[in-house]
């Protein structure tokens, strides 16, 4: 027999039986057995079997035992810093960014009477405040990159 027909012979083995159930018992139960519960244990406690049952198992698959119940190997991240401030004049843009337009469609819904004057002021401070935080913004390379700045995209 040549190595092709070996293969081609394993092959039409693979295809055959693509369609057939396998024959190892536990296949239709996924899980250890020491993780079923039985239904008569749930229905009695209300559900505490549960736990109780988790807790009397105790062994994971290596074989280790006593486990911290509380201590699961979750991850529990820091606390995150605190937010930065802003100075003074960032504060009051944002506010004027966002101000204008709160004003004006407060005012809308409120039906309070808006004077020529008033709408000018609160779209020159939308504008203004838009303005003030994109030229602040400062979109170029921090001061102590050097001169060789990597990969600016």
Do not use: C, K
Request: proline share 12%; net charge negative.
């Amino acid at each position: 027999m040549t190595p092709q027909s070996d293969e081609d012979e394993v092959w039409r083995q693979i295809v055959a039986s693509f369609n057939e159930t396998a024959e190892d018992p536990s296949a239709d139960q996924p899980w250890p057995d020491r993780e079923n519960v039985p239904a008569e244990a749930v229905e009695q406690d209300g559900g505490d079997a549960l736990t109780r049952v988790d807790e009397d198992a105790g062994d994971d698959a290596d074989g280790a035992s006593g486990q911290d119940p509380d201590d699961e190997g979750h991850y529990v991240p820091p606390p995150p810093p605190p937010l930065p401030r802003g100075d003074a004049v960032s504060r009051l843009s944002w506010l004027a960014l966002f101000g204008g337009p709160a004003y004006l469609l407060l005012a809308a819904v409120l039906h309070w009477p808006m004077e020529g004057w008033v709408v000018f002021l609160a779209v020159a401070a939308f504008i203004a405040g838009f303005v003030t935080l994109v030229v602040r913004m400062g979109d170029g390379p921090p001061p102590d990159s050097g001169w060789d700045d990597g990969a600016v995209l």
